[in-house]
């Protein structure tokens, strides 16, 4: 049995409803998704540069290094089942790599490492793309339930455009 792993999600993955659907739908057991708090890594920015079809609209987000941007997500105490269910959905290791970021929760000043996931190099485009509308709402309906600041609500109400 392996030990939990500490996962910082953003985009999609922030709506837990979603989440445990997936994770349910592939077999797992979602009660392996526990302890969800608010989180920002900072020095990075939220981008739809991945082209995860070849149908216009079918982006997903990536996160990638930005000096002074913050991106908010939800820090995750994932099972090690859930850890692989994760990997699938992901398409680990092709597609998304495992990375280990500081991330730090609202009014704390200490880092806490965790594990996300960030667009392998040769699949990242130069340009954000439109997404589809339902990952766009499953996105903001996160984004709101988890308790993201309306300022981070509206950059990403901006960055996610649909085709």
């Not at 797992?28 to 540069?49: E, K, M, V």
């Not at 991330?103 to 190099?121: D, E, G, K, N, Q």
Request: hydrophobic share 35%; with cysteine.
């Amino acid at each position: 049995m392996g030990s939990i792993v500490i996962y910082f999600a953003y985009g999609s993955n922030c709506n837990l409803h979603n989440l445990r659907a997936y994770i349910v739908q592939h077999g797992c057991d979602p009660s392996g998704i526990r302890n969800p708090r608010r989180a920002f890594l900072d020095d990075f920015r939220i981008r739809t540069n991945y082209q995860k079809t070849g149908l216009v609209g079918g982006a997903a987000a990536n996160v990638e290094a930005a000096k002074g941007k913050r991106v908010e997500g939800l820090l995750l105490d994932i099972s090690p089942e859930v850890h692989r269910c994760l990997r699938r959905k992901e398409g680990y290791p092709r597609r998304y790599t495992e990375n280990i970021v500081f991330v730090h929760l609202p009014r704390r000043r200490s880092l806490i490492l965790a594990m996300t996931y960030i667009v392998s190099p040769q699949y990242q485009l130069k340009v954000d793309m439109p997404v589809h509308a339902t990952y766009r709402a499953t996105i903001l309906e996160g984004a709101k339930k988890a308790g993201f600041t309306k300022k981070y609500r509206r950059h990403l109400s901006a960055l996610l455009r649909t085709a």
